[in-house]
């Protein structure tokens, strides 16, 4: 979190509970008059490179589907990421797991747009 967002953070949490509903309106009203491309729905090309860390690929492959809410994914990339760092499992090995566990959340995700 940046300084802007701690700020604001700061600001609102004082105010009033109307008034940060106020702040919240104008937010969205500011938000609204902005051209804020749409998430693309289909998978961003990003190359795998060949000395990408377990991170590096959890951050390539979040740009690479950025329709996915990562959230639903957090325990089983966590899970993958603990394999590596703690369990010494190969680093190739839980990097092509973490490209599955994307690809199956994005054919989900497809099948759950119609």
Do not use: C
């Amino acid at each position: 979190m940046d300084r802007l967002e701690k700020r604001v953070l700061t600001v609102v949490r004082d105010l009033p509970e109307d008034a940060q509903a106020q702040v919240l309106a104008f937010a969205e009203f500011l938000q609204s008059r902005l051209a804020i491309p749409a998430t693309p729905t289909e998978p961003v090309t990003i190359p795998r490179p060949g000395d990408e860390s377990v991170v590096k690929a959890i951050k390539r492959l979040a740009a690479t589907y950025p329709m996915l809410d990562r959230g639903k994914m957090l325990n089983e990339t966590s899970t993958l990421m603990t394999q590596n760092v703690l369990g010494g499992r190969e680093t190739v090995e839980v990097i092509n797991d973490l490209e599955a566990l994307f690809r199956a959340h994005f054919e989900a995700y497809r099948k759950s747009q119609g």
